[in-house]
């Protein structure tokens, strides 16, 4: 069992910058892919990235791919997405989520760990 506890959102400008980090317990977290998914109000959860199980592969969403970035630290249990350049349309909730599945699956339902949520949003 895996439990995932995000942190790190808030409200910026654009062009801002923010770190969104997601602590995970268990025994098992080199074992799963980590991903970070997001949802805006009224719109369907959408993927942003995910790293493999060593951290050596990552795969990212066009939407943030040059913006965004992911990251592990097995050590320590934990999953990072830096955020930079942000733009008034990456206003979500964003939820880091953990599965065994090759990083390349970016639907939800490839996923069975979910945290709850930290908010980030960007003004205009």
């Known amino acids: 069992q895996v439990q995932l506890v995000e942190s790190g959102g808030g409200l910026v400008q654009a062009g801002g910058s923010l770190r969104l980090s997601c602590v995970a317990s268990g025994r098992t977290f080199s074992d799963v892919t980590m991903a970070w998914f997001r949802q805006a109000p009224g719109k369907e959860r959408e993927f942003v990235a995910a790293?493999?199980?060593?951290?050596?592969?990552?795969t990212y969403a066009d939407s943030v791919k040059g913006r965004f970035t992911i990251s592990r630290d097995n050590a320590k249990n934990t999953v990072a997405l830096q955020m930079n350049s942000l733009k008034p349309e990456d206003t979500a909730v964003y939820s880091c989520?953990?599965?065994?599945?090759?990083?390349?699956?970016?639907?939800?339902?490839?996923?069975?760990?979910w945290g709850q949520g930290t908010q980030v949003t960007v003004s205009s």
């Open positions: 790293i493999s199980r060593s951290g050596s592969s990552t």
């Open positions: 989520a953990a599965g065994r599945v090759p990083y390349t699956k970016s639907r939800p339902d490839d996923y069975i760990h």
